[in-house]
Each structure stands twice: as C-alpha cells, then as structure tokens.
T-cell receptor
Framework: NAGVTQTPKFRILKIGQSMTLQCTQD?????MYWYRQDPGMGLKLIYYSVGAGITDKGEVPNGYNVSRSTTEDFPLRLELAAPSQTSVYFCASSYSLPPNYGYTFGSGTRLTVV | KQEVTQIPAALSVPEGENLVLNCSFTDSAIYNLQWFRQDPGKGLTSLLLIQSSQREQTSGRLNASLDKSSGRSTLYIAASQPGDSATYLCAVRPFNAGNMLTFGGGTRLMVKP
C-alpha cells in the first residue's frame, strides 16, 4: 500500500514565487492534515480537512491555502513565498471515528525559500 | 492551550543501555497520546498509541506509559541499539481540537556502538 504520498520531496523557491505541494492518500481516510516542522521544533498544524469540500485553518495558516475536491487529494498552495516559509512540510491522514485511530504521515517536502 | 514538552532535547547513550524518554502535557483532557519516530530526512512513523483509558502499551523493546492525571508519558526503550538512533516525538489529541494533534519538540537519540 502506498499510504500517504507527497510530491515533490525537495524544492527551492525564490521570494514571491508560488507553488503547490501535492498530497494523496489511498486509505480512504476522511481526515487529512498539513503540518510544518521547523528545525528542532515539533510539528505545527497549517490546515486540515474533515472530508471532501471541507477545510479549516490550523495553528499557522497565514500564507497558505488548501482545497479538498476528492477524498484522496489535499494540495497545499503557497501564493507568495517568503523566507519564513522555509520548512519541512508533512501531509497526514486519519480516520475520524473511533477517536483513538492514529495518523499516517507522508515522507515530507523540504522547501527552501531564498 | 495544550502544550507538550519533551525532555531531554537530545540524548546519547552506549549500545545496550535501557533508556527513558519523557513527555509532559499541560491539559489532561485528551483522547490519546501517540509516540512517533522520525529518521533524518524522513516522515514520521507511529510507534505506539495509548488511549486515554489505558496505562501503557508495548511493542517489542518499546513500552509507553501514560499518567493522564499528572500529564506525563514515558517511552522506555530496552537494550538500545544503534538502529534506534532517531528523533522521538510525542503528540496528544486534545478533546476540544477535533482530530488534530499537538506535538512536543522531540528528543534526538543517538545510540553509540
């Protein structure tokens, strides 16, 4: 099983450029999430989705946008890249019920903004 | 607001030692607590998930405990091996946060041969 697949694995952007980080899961999970991880820090939630057509902000949503047109896909969009967005981005998915199911994470996208 | 703290931030031990990683959280209203392993440049792999009604979970050489009332969890690794070298993250799922997790900053473990 592929699980959660993220592309690309690495990317360098110039300030002001835009890009989309792709995330696909094949486990039919209804919940999906985007986290960022800064060096030496834990993960912080950017956006999440409880199902197709439904998205909501997490702890650090500024500078990002998401969409959820299908159960499988949850892309993250950076419109005007800034150096503060240099980070490693992780997509994850889970079932919503029962409440004790764990997460499955993708392998991450390492983004550098210069 | 839920906060999760992991101490120590880094740990270096010789191969064969038993070791304990600590995780503390400020709000005991949680559904569960999960321990993850992260290898350099890789994603997170779930190691153990402890439900709020449980006291501990075991998988091989790993044992995780949960004391919800005191806001603490420990991850015990028996007979450590160089292959255990990685960053270990704990995360809690609070009652009032949907399905979201709140992560600690992690403990970077190095097991020397």
């Amino acid at each position: 099983n592929a699980g959660v697949t993220q592309t690309p694995k690495f990317r360098i952007l110039k300030i002001g450029q835009s890009m989309t980080l792709q995330c696909t899961q094949d486990m039919n999970h209804n919940y999906m999430y985007w986290y960022r991880q800064d060096p030496g820090m834990g993960l912080k939630l950017i956006y999440y989705s409880v199902g197709a057509g439904i998205t909501d902000k997490g702890e650090v949503p500024n500078g990002y946008n998401v969409s959820r047109s299908t159960t499988e896909d949850f892309p993250l969009r950076l419109e005007l890249a800034a150096p503060s967005q240099t980070s490693v981005y992780f997509c994850a998915s889970s079932y919503s019920l029962p409440p004790n199911y764990g997460y499955t994470f993708g392998s991450g996208t390492r983004l550098t903004v210069v | 607001k839920q906060e999760v703290t992991q101490i120590p931030a880094a740990l270096s031990v010789p191969e064969g030692e038993n070791l304990v990683l600590n995780c503390s959280f400020t709000d005991s209203a949680i559904y569960n607590l999960q321990w993850f392993r992260q290898d350099p440049g890789k994603g997170l792999t779930s190691l153990l998930l402890i439900q709020s009604s449980q006291r501990e979970q075991t998988s091989g050489r790993l044992n995780a405990s949960l004391d919800k009332s005191s806001g603490r969890s420990t991850l015990y690794i028996a007979a450590s091996q160089p292959g255990d070298s990685a960053t270990y993250l704990c995360a809690v799922r609070p009652f009032n946060a949907g399905n979201m997790l709140t992560f600690g900053g992690g403990t970077r473990l190095m097991v020397k041969p």
